[in-house]
């Protein structure tokens, strides 16, 4: 079984600029809170179904303490100017036994350079090391490229009756393509 809370590997972008996948850290959450700033608008309303630039403590406080059992979260660093920032991040949160909910969100000037597909898979292999037979998305239809990235890799797509498309992957099927692995 794979140890989510310790979890690190190392990718890179398409421009061959390294990027890491990790752990979130309770120490993250500064520069966690700081990529939030860097986001526009527009990737908040895809990521939270509303704008939201300022959270309570207590929503901090769950985004930041998850217990890697439960709740899963990942983060996406690179190095800029010499510092390691946060760039993206992906969860899962159990819904019910066997079965969670999937969120990501990534800055805008690193959309389209395949963090979002390595944190999927990341996230893939920790779930299916932990034994959960299914995962989840509710994304918005205007989220071409997290539909486009779901599809593609084998989520099937169901119209809610409100404004989200319901994406879900039974896991005993799932496998990376060859180029994301």
Do not use: C
Request: proline residues 4%.
């Amino acid at each position: 079984m794979l140890d989510a809370a310790s979890y690190s590997a190392t990718g890179s972008l398409r421009d061959d600029s390294p990027f890491e996948i990790r752990a979130l850290k309770p120490d993250d959450r500064d520069d966690l809170l700081a990529a939030l700033d860097r986001t526009s608008t527009q990737s908040l309303f895809r990521r939270f179904f509303s704008v939201r630039r300022h959270f309570s403590e207590q929503e901090i406080d769950r985004f930041i303490n998850v217990d890697f059992v439960d709740h899963v979260a990942l983060v996406a660093t690179v190095k800029e100017n010499g510092r390691t920032v946060i760039v993206g991040g992906g969860r899962y949160i159990m819904v019910r036994p066997g079965e969670a909910e999937m969120a990501f969100a990534i800055i805008d000037p690193y959309q389209g350079h395949g963090i979002g597909s390595a944190l999927f898979w990341h996230l893939i292999a920790i779930a299916r090391s932990a034994g959960l037979r299914k995962l989840t998305a509710d994304v918005l239809p205007e989220n071409a490229a997290m539909l486009k990235l779901f599809k593609r890799n084998g989520f099937r797509l169901h119209r809610h009756q409100g404004a989200e498309v319901k994406v879900e992957l039974e896991l005993d099927g799932a496998s990376p393509p060859a180029a994301s692995q």
